[in-house]
Nanobody, 115 residues
């Protein structure tokens, strides 16, 4: 079955960095535009970043533009999000999914930015 497994989150101080990974299985990863999404406590899930099938273009939410880099390895069925200069407002559970998203969501990975 379709599985999306996010990892790489953790507790980091403001200004720190994290690299999130998303391992996909149960479907052919390559043909899909993929995105990262996040959900902060008490808020709706929001879109963070998108990458095209062949990594030829990327797009970012204004809130993370210039601080995050999305990438993918189609051979490994893996999506990445490099997050730098983290801020407390980046605290959220981060998810990967296709864009537009399928009904299959993973458990997410918690990112907490706090001193």
């Amino acid at each position: 079955q379709v599985q999306l497994v996010e990892s790489g989150g953790g507790l980091v101080e403001p200004g720190g960095s994290l690299r999130l990974s998303c391992s996909a299985s149960g479907f052919t990863f390559r043909p899909y535009i993929m995105s990262w999404y996040r959900q902060a406590p008490g808020k709706e899930r929001e879109w963070v970043a998108t990458i095209s099938v062949g990594s030829t273009w990327t797009n970012y939410a204004d809130s993370v533009k210039g601080r995050c880099t999305i990438s993918r390895d189609n051979a490994k069925n893996t999506l990445y999000l490099q997050m730098n200069s983290l801020k407390p407002e980046d605290t959220a559970v981060y998810y990967c999914n296709a864009n537009p998203p399928s009904v299959h969501w993973g458990q997410g990975t918690q990112v907490t930015v706090s001193s």
